[in-house]
């Protein structure tokens, strides 16, 4: 068999095989074999790691997607200067994603604008993008869905969107109040997800205001005890950073000094 057709029939496997990123790449890369003289061992690696490296990319945007957060944020943007009574080293610590490994939740409190959402969106998408599967939902959302999967028998079916995920994101619990039927939703998730997997929760409502939230201090109660278990707790007391426009300028950098 010469040449040509022996690359035409590689290409062929390739693309059968769905290979394509190996296979649009073939001809550039086997000029480049001849060109810096490589071996057919260092051909095959760099073909095969193109491929790879376009299937981890796939997947990510994939994971990315089904997860489906409402913007995309980093931990990049976030200014931890605006923000100093935020442990900064907690931070540090939590983007390792260790606790995404070992099954630990985090919860973020703190008045609205100080930057929960941000947090814990950024920790959410740094977790997609090191392979977890993970999930954001508003603490509302989670309870209708579910209670409308309920009312079409398919409840079982729908929390497993809930419990699957190495990672879920719930956000903004205490913004409403939750009826009897929302408050068993978020506990049912919340206990199926114990100690298998983590939750990242955002609340504008203290621990102590959450028999209030729910309507029920004993499922309150319970639903506390298994967040709060080999948890970080982060109580972000700063000013809302939607508003920094509006503080006083002494407390702005570069504002005017104090005038007595
Ligand atoms: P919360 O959830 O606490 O109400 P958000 O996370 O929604 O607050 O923050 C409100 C807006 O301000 C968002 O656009 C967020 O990205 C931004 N933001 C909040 N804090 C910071 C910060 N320290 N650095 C950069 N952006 C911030
Ligand atoms: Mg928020």
Redesign the pocket.
Known sequence: MNEASSYQRLREHLTYLKLDTAAENLSPELDRATKEKLSATEVLERLLELEVEATQARRQRGRLRWARYPVH?TLA????D??PNLDRKVLAELSTLRFVEDHRNVILL?P????????AIALGVAATEAGYRTYFTSASDLAQTLQAAHLEGLAQLKLRTYTQPSLLVIDELGYLPLDQASANWIFQVVSRRYDRGSVIL?SNRGFSDWGQVFADQVVAGAIVDRLLHDATVLNIRGHS??MRAHQEPTTRKGGPAVVR
Do not use: A, S
């Not at 943007?77 to 931890?80: L, N, Q, R």
């Open positions: 944020k943007d976030f200014d931890f605006f923000q703190g609205p604008g100080v930057g929960k959402t941000h947090l955002t950073y939607r």
